[in-house]
């Protein structure tokens, strides 16, 4: 019976991450683009300069990085190492040049979504913020429209509880830490009727006190905590990747026609050409927005607690999660890959990254990068349980209509289900989580078409503004020189 269940979710998982979602996702990315005309590429620098210089004067919860990093801490995960590795497998270099454009649309999809969550939100008395694609689905589409929002929230929830922000999480740390210190199993110890070894154990009882500390403090917590731990475990991997990819300089020209050589199938056989741009395409796409989550709904319930009056300004700072997240840190992962390349001698997920790093730094031991590379999986997944309690959390207090003493008892839920995720390596429980993931993206897509005027509008509105005291202050400088 168990068999038939888990063949039944990887069937709906197949239907739901299939073709047609995936150029959904990418067709509103592109319908985004058209409408804030290509502002990915025209404001980049200024979103850049926002990203780190917080606004004054905006009512919110957390400062705008603040609401950057709570975002990345759930969208900057294992996806940027193993995700990355399994697109490559897969779908050969030529999927990271998909990534790449899923990445430059997705960009358009996270302004998009930024700038709803702060034109939408509700702010309390107490300053508290509620926001995200429930409520731009509900006060932006109009309340006949609450049944959707109300889907949003529950596929929210279920994504955070019984998936991707803690059994998944916590199980990918407890192995990785289990692989590095005890790969033979050697310290084993019985539990619930299996073997487990006491570097598993340890590493999901430490995980669990931590999650436990930061969670309980609420989503300031969060943010102060994601706030030091995202720049760290980011600039620690690209300085890592960095390194290698200066130590192999002269391969990276060869690499990145390798990757776009791929991508249109100029190396298959002539037969096989449209059949591995097809491969390749899927790979890199769903592997992108996976990474990114633009276009999932997610990233917009955090953009909603920052502290700003401009919903473009933070529309601004949202873009710039996909372009660190994919453009940077996933691309940096995939030509440490295609460089070594670790993607074509029989090796997966995880493995694949890990002897690309040895194999393009010989001058340490191979331990070395391994203890890296473990290091920045578990403070990747880490952050991405400390993320996704916050948005479920959110998803939680949306149906309950606020109830606080409802999410303070989720809260405990949630802790335990880190607490227990180490011990359960169930397939099924993986297949559920991509199969919640990809359920919140409808109604979100939904959402973004429908307020596609409301966004251009907003935007067009803005930069006039801008436009207009630049030039008042241009005039005003001009007159105090004369």
């Known amino acids: 019976m168990w068999d038939q269940i888990t063949n039944a979710l990887k069937w709906v998982d197949d239907q739901v991450w299939g073709i047609p979602l995936i150029v959904l996702i990418l067709a509103v990315g592109i319908y985004l683009t058209i409408r804030v005309r290509c502002l990915q ?35 900057i995960g294992t996806g940027n190492i193993v995700g990355v590795a399994t697109a490559l497998v897969a779908g050969g270099p030529g999927a990271l040049f998909w990534m790449w454009i899923a990445a430059f649309f997705g960009m358009a999809t996270k302004y998009a979504e930024g700038v709803l969550a702060i034109k939408y939100r509700r702010i309390g008395e107490d300053g ?34 019984l998936g991707i922000g803690t059994i998944t999480q916590v199980n990918g740390i407890s192995s990785a830490v289990n692989n590095f210190f005890d ?24 995980v669990t006190l931590a999650v436990g500390l ?23 991997y690209v300085v890592f990747a960095l390194t290698l990819l200066l130590c192999n300089a002269e391969k990276i020209p ?6 776009v050589e791929s991508a249109f199938g100029f190396r298959a056989a002539a037969g096989g050409a449209l059949g591995a741009i097809m491969i390749a395409m899927q790979k890199g796409i769903a592997r992108g927005i996976f990474s990114n989550e633009a276009g999932l709904g997610s990233a917009p319930i955090a953009a909603a607690a920052a502290q700003t009056k401009e919903p473009v300004r933070q529309g601004l700072v949202s873009m710039t999660g996909t372009f660190i997240d994919t453009l940077v840190i996933c691309t940096m992962t995939g030509l440490c890959i295609v460089i070594t390349g670790s993607w074509n001698i029989g090796l997966e997920g995880v493995a694949v990254t890990t ?14 990068s391994s203890f890296i590379l473990m290091v920045c999986l578990v403070f990747f997944a880490f952050t991405t349980i400390l993320g996704w309690d916050y948005y479920s959390e959110r998803c939680l207090e949306y149906l309950s209509n ?32 991509d199969i919640f993931n990809g359920l919140m993206a409808l109604p979100n897509l939904i959402a973004l078409v429908v307020l596609g005027g409301v966004i251009a509008r907003e935007t067009k509105e803005y930069f006039a503004k801008d436009k207009e005291l630049r ?8 007159a105090a020189k004369a």
């Open 183 to 206: 790969p033979s199993n050697g310290w084993g110890i019985d539990l619930f009727g299996k073997t487990y070894s006491w570097t598993v154990i340890i590493a999901g009882v430490l």
């Open 41 to 75: 590429i025209r404001h980049l620098p200024r979103a850049l300069k926002f990203m780190v210089k917080n606004e004054e004067g905006g009512s919110g919860e957390v400062s705008s990085f603040g609401a950057l990093c709570t975002a990345l801490s759930a969208t």
């Open 402 to 433: 606020g109830k606080k003493k409802v999410v303070s008892v989720y809260r405990w839920i949630y802790i335990l289900a880190v607490f227990i995720g180490p011990y359960l390596t169930v397939e099924a429980v993986w297949t559920l989580a």
């Open 254 to 259: 060869g690499a990145i026609a390798e990757i």
């Open 355 to 368: 002897n690309a790093f040895q194999a393009g730094m010989p001058f340490w031991p191979p331990e070395v």
């Open 214 to 236: 930061v969670v309980i403090g609420g989503i300031k917590r969060i943010s102060n905590v994601s706030q030091v731990i995202v720049p760290f475990m980011s600039v620690l």
């Open 471 to 478: 030039k008042l202050e241009k005039a005003a400088v001009k």
């Open 128 to 161: 508290h913020v509620l926001g995200g694609p429930f409520y731009y689905i509900e006060h932006g589409m109009g309340r006949r429209w609450r049944w959707l929002a109300k889907m949003f929230a529950i596929f929210g929830l279920g994504a955070g509880l």
